[in-house]
């Protein structure tokens, strides 16, 4: 969808980083393809040239598949079918039709780590699909989002996770909350602005700026509300802020796939206050490490904000190390890959 490193891609640039970090880490070979411009620390990227694809989740559910004129979807999977041989396993992490239909045409396996719910008709039923033909090579982030897709054949659920060690844990928070995402509709913004505003506490606004539109109509919508939009930060930059806040929100009003914006807060001690629908609602235990609210209700996420002193931060931070460590992801992903891997062999 874009380059790796700017945030256009959302969580799922995240969750490949550390998968990624974690194989080499065990010893591992790689290399990741991603379009040119993209930047991840210490990582092997051969870069692509290319138009990109149209943003999914921008698009009507039958909106028909379209490929721009050079495609780099199209050119990423041209070298991979050049350089397949030397490969044990492709990964695709392209929320697209294309790296699905071209499948059964590859030698080598494929697994497709699918990073949103459904959105469409025509990824719909590619997907199902791939799945019919391949059991076991569609992963999904949550048991929530895979339910979307609706597939009565063999898939993994791998959650996701982050290094822990990029996140301090903080006890004692400032007098502010946090909201951590891409500024686009479907994550509705507009809602914890609005608690921010009854609850009379300051929200700080933190995540890559994806429909300018959208936020200057938030901004005329509540002129007074006592918000601060921080800009796209890099992890470090962006924990540091996180860390000192009583609460992270979490409004989405599409089924979040997962968000990984909930384990970063959770990493530092941060409770989590979210609508109780998709990931969040398989993260965050309610009374615990946050609260779960009615979905897409302003009132509910007031409430809930008044009710944080009841949260003790070291349970948040705690399941963080128990579910969400790189070596946890690791051990997951690693698990799914050898599977493929010999099911594969074995055809
Ligand atoms: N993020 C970031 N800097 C910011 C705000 C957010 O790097 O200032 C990252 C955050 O670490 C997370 C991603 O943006 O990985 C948002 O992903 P999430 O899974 O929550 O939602 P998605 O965008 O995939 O729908």
């Given amino acids: 969808?874009?380059?790796?490193?700017?945030?256009?891609?959302?969580?799922?640039?995240?969750?490949?980083?550390?998968?990624?970090?974690?194989?080499?880490?065990?010893?591992?070979?790689?290399?990741?393809?991603?379009?040119?411009?993209?930047?991840?620390?210490?990582?092997?990227?051969?870069?692509?040239?290319?138009?990109?694809?149209?943003?999914?989740?921008?698009?009507?559910?039958?909106?028909?598949?379209?490929?721009?004129?050079?495609?780099?979807?199209?050119?990423?999977?041209?070298?991979?079918?050049?350089?397949?041989?030397?490969?044990?396993?492709?990964?695709?992490?392209?929320?697209?039709?294309?790296?699905f239909y071209l499948t059964p045409f590859f030698e080598k396996a494929i697994a497709h780590f699918v990073s949103m719910g459904s959105l469409s008709v025509a990824m719909?039923?590619?997907?199902?699909?791939?799945?019919?033909?391949?059991?076991?090579?569609?992963?999904?982030?949550?048991?929530?989002?895979?339910?979307?897709?609706?597939?009565?054949?063999?898939?993994?659920?791998?959650?996701?996770?982050?290094?822990?060690?990029?996140y301090k844990f903080c006890l004692h928070p400032d007098n502010y909350l946090a909201w951590l995402g891409r500024i686009a509709p479907e994550k509705a913004l507009e809602d914890a602005v609005e608690a921010a505003q009854?609850?009379?506490?300051?929200?700080?606004?933190?995540?890559?700026?994806?429909?300018?539109?959208?936020?200057q109509k938030i901004c005329t919508t509540y002129p007074n509300a006592p918000i601060e939009y921080l800009g796209f930060l890099s992890t470090s930059d962006m924990q540091q802020q996180l860390r000192l806040c009583k609460a992270l929100l979490m409004t989405p009003r599409w089924v979040e796939a997962f968000g990984n914006v909930a384990i970063e807060a959770l990493a530092c001690g941060v409770p989590v206050i979210a609508y109780r629908r998709g990931g969040p609602a398989e993260i965050v235990v309610d009374g615990k490490t946050g609260f779960l609210v009615e979905p897409d209700s302003v009132q509910g996420l007031v409430n809930a904000i008044a009710n944080l002193p009841q949260i003790n931060r070291s349970n948040c931070r705690q399941s963080a190390e128990a579910q969400y460590s790189l070596e946890a992801l690791g051990d997951r992903f690693e698990h799914w890959f050898k599977k493929i891997i010999s099911q594969k062999i074995l055809l």
């Fill in 124 to 166: 719909d039923e590619i997907v199902t699909q791939v799945a019919a033909k391949f059991p076991g090579t569609i992963g999904f982030y949550t048991p929530s989002q895979a339910a979307t897709f609706a597939l009565n054949t063999e898939y993994a659920c791998l959650s996701s996770g982050v290094d822990l060690s990029l």
């Fill in 198 to 215: 009854l609850a009379n506490i300051p929200l700080k606004i933190m995540g890559k700026m994806q429909d300018e539109d959208y936020w």
């Fill in 1 to 99: 969808m874009g380059a790796l490193g700017t945030g256009v891609g959302g969580g799922v640039e995240l969750s490949l980083y550390n998968i990624a970090q974690e194989m080499l880490r065990r010893g591992h070979s790689l290399q990741i393809l991603a379009p040119v411009g993209s930047k991840l620390a210490q990582l092997p990227i051969i870069e692509i040239p290319g138009n990109v694809q149209i943003i999914a989740q921008s698009q009507e559910r039958n909106t028909p598949t379209i490929m721009p004129d050079n495609s780099v979807l199209a050119n990423m999977w041209e070298y991979a079918r050049q350089v397949q041989t030397e490969y044990d396993l492709i990964v695709n992490f392209a929320y697209d039709w294309l790296p």
